[in-house]
């Protein structure tokens, strides 16, 4: 993976921009020991590393101003990071730059049930949102898999999706205004707790922008309250088309379930063989639920299962308690962490019209065998966002680049069918020289522009999203 | 001008020698009055791809919305955020097209349940002020691939690109509906009212309140929709859990009358034969009665989205921002005389950064200025 050249000049005045951070920070804010920025050398694509400048981590608004007007005077690349869980390498620092940690950030400013929303700092977690409104029935829907570490920051930055997106939609659904301070210090605030822009809609372009368009430090967020209940139904098929099929069928029948999970065989016997959930051994399973009161989930499930049986499924499983329904997403829960203990993995995003659904898993099983490479599926089925996970042994010299060439091939295929290279991870560094096959230059361009308005000096996390060749004039400015 | 495809439209945006004013249906004139030669896209029309099992379509944005409405009530499928038709309010006649619906951003009652047009919209096509076309988003539910023009797209009213082609999420179509309507609530009390349902596990798909003039003849509404005995059940936890409310409450329950009733909300009926102006606010809901106790007397208001979204009918010429002072929120002047639209911003005037981060777009998107140029200030 490429990145920029580090700037020598910014390398050889080192002291003096840690001395003027130190200045407008406390002590302890401003790491800069070659020995401790190594906690900031990656994030979770651990695959690539690269000890940043410094990190600081500032506590309020005021003073993440204060470093960006620094950092924009000396001409230092600022990575913000939430709690550095991206996938896709989007808080990998480069050795001139600071890293803004936002893990200080974490007050709730303000809880408001009766307008139903949070006012929060965005270092706080995506679950401790929830965990702050539970207690009166509320939550915040958007639940990337992360949600335990990940930041609000983050899913502000990545527009982070999660299960339950089919019926609430993905963060830039739930993202009401936000609190942001550009490269030059300058502190904006974009929408609030009504709805919708009264101008451009520069909130709804800010949500996805990787971190490159401005810090944002404090989020108001759409918060619901918690249906009555939620059960879920377990199918499993002969095979990926059947299953792929009854999908389709469920949504035109106009249930909306709150989530439709798919999983394949290769991924069913890992997470069998180490959750023990009782899984059926077959081609492929769903996992679908649905939420309401006892009575109107009857209804659905009802509804459901009719259409699954006429899909001839080899299983068909209906919660009936809490327990039941725990071990029913056990298996689910457990895939990823199923597939770690075999191997090491490399989990891709791509979305896919769910049509293509039968099409795309077979392709990807041929590819998996051209490349002598397994793949496991396991995903969101309702909105087509796969998260085929490629086997790979990091130990075996080539393995790893095999690997990523396989995933690169998978992508195309997505974007091939109608579809896009990342649902919910974010390009970061990972899919970076990938956004040429899903855009021409034209469409690069236009999205440049609006970094070259609100950064007009290149300098948050410059080196991200796009192809380096198409930014390189830019940064280099 | 009126292009019959992508490639004609750009060539036209190339070759245009000065301002255009950019046209879908004419439905909707919303925004400073704009002077150029006029280039509609109504005839860049027809659906592209619809996949009832993905719930997404694809259409040029000329295409009416009436035959996307169609086609998707053949499959039992709607556009989820209700999309006002704005014929009745601005006295237009016309076709609504898409593309206006997407480029003024304009949702309906259901916004407070599942969104507006821009978290409908999937993708976009547009031809810049250049010529160029320029694609965004896609036709999957979940794409963060690249930043979202798709979002800054819609709602920019024509003015950083000419839409050609959108894709949109759809939605199931609901089997039942059905309405609580609560009289004689003061618009504070209704506020209460609506944010208790609101804020209750219940699936609130419309909170409406029509003021009543001295007290008298203000109604409520509350709508559900959803499978029969799911509406039922809904219907009476949430007169329920406002019987506590002052008023009367009744069910409406003949679901053509809740149609016509909840249509009437949604294009702003009880306003129509006003002729001053139309005001329309996005304000916090609570602070919603406190904003219209302080607008000149005889402004006749109805509150949508729980009271989060204030419509306003005043005298002719008033500056409605300067007589309800500051408030957190934005307001649009959706009706006025030329002269008022020349005179008042249309649009709420940003901080002046923002201001200047919006020229700056604006500048990059049409850097010869000809797109529309001035409707958004």
Request: proline fraction near 6%; include cysteine.
């Given at each position: 993976m490429q990145m920029p050249t580090p700037n020598a000049a910014v390398l050889s005045k080192k002291a003096r921009i840690v001395e003027r951070l130190q200045s407008v920070l406390p002590e302890d804010a401003v790491i800069h020991d070659p020995t401790e920025t190594r906690a900031y050398e990656c994030d979770a694509l651990t695959a690539y590393k690269c000890p940043p400048l410094a990190a600081v981590l500032p506590a309020s608004t005021e003073e993440v101003a204060a470093v960006l007007k620094i950092c924009h005077e000396e001409g230092v690349p600022v990575v913000p990071r939430g709690s550095g869980t991206s996938l896709a390498g989007g808080a990998l620092p480069t050795a001139d730059s600071v890293i803004l940690g936002v893990a200080r950030l974490n007050a709730v400013l303000e809880t408001d049930y009766d307008n139903r929303f949070i006012r929060v700092q965005t270092g706080r977690t995506n679950l401790s949102v929830t965990g702050a409104v539970e207690e009166n029935d509320f939550f915040y829907a958007p639940d990337p898999s992360s949600q335990l570490a990940c930041a609000i920051a983050g899913n502000i930055g990545m527009n982070s999706g999660g299960a339950h997106c089919l019926k609430y939609g993905v963060t830039t659904n739930n993202l009401l205004g936000v609190t942001m301070v550009l490269m030059d210090g300058t502190v904006v605030e974009l929408g609030g707790a009504h709805l919708d822009a009264g101008g451009l809609d520069l909130l709804g372009v800010v949500c996805g922008s990787e971190g490159q368009l401005g810090v944002v430090t404090e989020a108001t967020l759409r918060i619901l309250r918690k249906p009555e209940g939620a059960r879920p139904v377990l199918m499993g098929?002969?095979?990926?088309?059947?299953?792929?099929?009854?999908?389709?069928?469920?949504?035109?029948?106009?249930v909306l379930p709150v989530a439709i999970e798919f999983m394949d065989r290769p991924c069913i016997e890992a997470s069998e063989a180490f959750a023990h959930a009782g899984y059926p051994l077959c081609e492929a399973l769903l996992?679908?639920?649905?939420?309401?009161?006892?009575?109107?989930?009857?209804?659905?499930?009802?509804?459901?299962?009719q259409i699954a049986r006429n899909h001839n499924p080899v299983e068909l499983r209906e919660s009936k308690s809490p327990e039941e329904s725990a071990k029913i997403w056990l298996g689910r829960k457990s895939a990823f962490g199923a597939m770690?203990?075999?191997?090491?993995?490399?989990?891709?995003?791509?979305?896919?019209?769910?049509?293509?659904?039968?099409?795309?898993?077979?392709?990807?099983?041929?590819?998996?065998?051209?490349?002598?490479?397994?793949?496991?599926?396991?995903?969101?089925?309702?909105?087509?966002?796969?998260?085929?996970?490629?086997?790979?042994d990091a130990n075996k010299?080539?393995?790893?680049?095999?690997?990523?060439?396989?995933?690169?091939?998978?992508?195309?295929?997505?974007?091939?069918?109608?579809?896009?290279l990342t649902g919910e991870h974010g390009v970061g560094i990972e899919k970076r020289d990938l956004m040429t096959s899903q855009f021409t230059a034209e469409d690069i361009e236009a999205q440049l522009w609006v970094k070259d308005v609100f950064d007009p000096a290149w300098l948050l996390n410059p080196a991200k999203v796009f192809p380096l060749g198409a930014t390189e004039s830019r940064r280099a400015a | 001008m009126t292009p019959v495809n992508e490639a004609e439209l750009a060539e036209a945006v190339a070759a245009a020698?000065?301002?255009?004013?950019?046209?879908?249906?004419?439905?909707?004139?919303?925004?400073?009055?704009?002077?150029?030669?006029?280039?509609?896209?109504?005839?860049?029309?027809g659906i592209e791809l619809y996949e009832p099992g993905a719930l997404t379509i694809v259409v040029k944005a000329g295409t009416p919305l009436a035959e996307i409405e169609a086609a998707l009530a053949a499959e039992n499928q709607r556009l989820a955020f209700e999309p006002i038709d704005h014929r009745g309010l601005l006295g237009t006649t016309g076709e609504p097209t898409i593309g206006g619906v997407v480029a003024a951003n304009v949702s309906g009652p259901r916004r407070i349940q599942v969104g507006a047009a821009r978290d409908h919209l999937l993708g976009v096509r547009f031809v810049d002020g250049t010529g160029t076309i320029i694609k965004n988003g896609g036709r999957v539910m979940k794409n963060v691939t690249g930043y979202d023009l798709v979002k800054l797209m819609a709602g920019s009213f024509g003015t950083l690109g000419v839409l050609s082609e959108v894709s949109l999420k759809v939605l199931p179509k609901t089997d039942v509906i059905a309405s609580l309507r609560i009289q004689g609530l003061t618009d504070a009390g209704a506020v209460r009212a609506m944010s208790q349902a609101l804020g209750s596990p219940f699936e609130v798909s419309g909170a409406a309140h029509i003021s009543g003039e001295a007290g008298q003849g203000a109604i409520t509404l509350i709508r559900v929709e959803g499978f029969e005995a799911s509406v039922a059940y809904r219907l009476a936890q949430?007169?329920?859990?406002?019987?506590?409310?002052?008023?009367?409450?009744?069910?409406?329950t003949d679901p053509a009358k809740v149609r016509t009733?909840?249509?009437?909300?949604?294009?702003?009926?009880?306003?129509?034969?006003?002729?001053?102006?139309i005001w329309r606010l996005s304000v916090k809901p609570s602070d919603a009665p406190g904003i219209v106790s302080r607008m000149p007397d005889g402004t006749r208001v109805v509150y949508d989205w729980g009271g989060g979204l204030i419509w306003a009918a005043t005298a002719p010429g008033t500056d409605l921002r300067a007589e309800i002072g500051p408030y957190h929120g934005h307001a649009t002047l959706i009706r006025a005389s030329e002269a008022t639209r020349a005179a008042l911003p249309v649009f709420q005037p940003e901080p002046v950064r923002l201001a200047a981060i919006s020229q700056g777009l604006r500048q990059k998107f049409d850097p010869r200025g000809i797109l529309n140029q001035g409707l958004m200030g």
């Open positions: 098929f002969d095979s990926n088309e059947v299953a792929g099929a009854c999908v389709s069928d469920i949504i035109k029948a106009g996992i679908v639920e649905v939420e309401g009161s006892p009575a109107e989930i009857d209804e659905q499930l009802g509804l459901i299962l770690g203990q075999i191997n090491d993995y490399m989990c891709l995003d791509g979305t896919i019209p769910v049509s293509s659904l039968p099409l795309v898993l077979r392709r990807i099983g041929e590819m998996s065998k051209e490349y002598g490479l397994d793949v496991a599926n396991v995903f969101h089925a309702g909105d087509g966002n796969m998260h085929p996970l490629i086997l790979f010299p080539g393995d790893l680049e095999r690997c990523e060439a396989l995933g690169a091939d998978i992508l195309k295929l997505c974007v091939e069918v109608g579809g896009c | 020698k000065g301002p255009l004013a950019v046209r879908g249906g004419g439905t909707r004139p919303i925004g400073r009055p704009v002077v150029g030669e006029p280039l509609s896209v109504a005839e860049l029309s949430l007169t329920e859990l406002l019987v506590g409310a002052e008023g009367e409450i009744t069910h409406l009733l909840w249509r009437g909300v949604r294009d702003v009926e009880p306003l129509h034969d006003h002729a001053g102006d």
